[in-house]
């Protein structure tokens, strides 16, 4: 266990769904981080948290809106997607925004209908 | 941006026998080159990362190597082993990037007994 969990591992909803992905990381970090990982292509990063401030967004449609109530904790609020938004959704977190070691959740398959 | 390209896609070795990834970038301002190993059903994991003060850097049977005027960078697996089977990924992150990773887009390895 890399001490970053994410649920649910899988997810299948419809273009008219709302739900939401969830990350915790129990290893005292300050940055975390949410990833999109589709077949063939590079991890793309989405959103970069620092200190709960959201200090980057890598031009993500507003369909993806994240929130990170504390340090701890990354959510991914979904509605309205996309078939093609269907991936692996990674959550990362690391000690800070410094070059140190980020540690990857499980994921969360989701597949939009 | 910084742009990642990664070579080969997939890669067949027998076990016992030596597997070398390769990883070119385009910013030479770029300074931190982690590679990460994702298996099946899990996240990425980090396995050996370099900065470019250093030319090499190796980890029992993990080695990265660094040529900044060229502009590439290759991981070497030696003695591989069956557990070796996964897909790694290369990424650069550069200066006033606050740890933003721009990834390959991996290599499937597999070790065959």
């Known amino acids: 266990e890399t001490g970053v969990t994410q649920t649910p591992r899988h997810l299948v909803m419809g273009m008219t769904n709302k739900k939401s992905l969830k990350c915790e990381q129990h290893?005292?970090?300050?940055?975390m981080y949410w990833y999109k990982q589709s077949a063939k292509k590079p991890l793309e990063l989405m959103f970069v948290?620092?200190?709960?401030?959201?200090?980057e967004n890598n031009s993500v449609p507003s369909r993806f809106s994240p929130e990170c109530p504390n340090s701890s904790h990354l959510f991914l609020h979904l509605h309205t997607l996309q078939p093609e938004d269907s991936a692996l959704y990674l959550c990362?977190?690391?000690?800070?925004?410094?070059?140190?070691?980020?540690?990857f959740g499980p994921g969360t398959r989701l597949t939009v209908l | 941006g910084e742009n990642v390209e990664q070579h080969p896609s997939t890669l067949s070795v027998q076990e016992g026998d030596s597997a070398v990834i390769k990883c070119t970038y385009s910013?030479?301002?770029?300074?931190?080159f982690p590679w990460y190993k994702q298996e099946l059903g899990k996240g990425p994991q980090l396995i050996i990362d370099?900065?470019?003060?250093?030319g090499e850097k190796k980890d029992q049977r993990i080695a990265v190597t660094l040529n900044k005027t060229a502009k590439h960078f290759s991981l070497h697996i030696t003695e591989t082993q069956p557990e070796d089977s996964a897909v790694y990924f290369c990424?650069?992150?550069?200066?006033?990037?606050?740890?933003?990773?721009?990834f390959g887009t991996g290599t499937q390895l597999k070790v065959e007994l």
């Open positions: 990362a977190s690391s000690q800070d925004r410094g070059y140190n070691e980020q540690f």
């Open positions: 290893l005292g970090h300050n940055a």
């Open positions: 948290y620092n200190f709960k401030e959201q200090t």
């Open positions: 910013d030479s301002a770029s300074n931190y």
């Open positions: 370099i900065r470019s003060n250093v």
């Open positions: 990424a650069a992150s550069s200066p006033g990037g606050g740890n933003k990773l721009t």
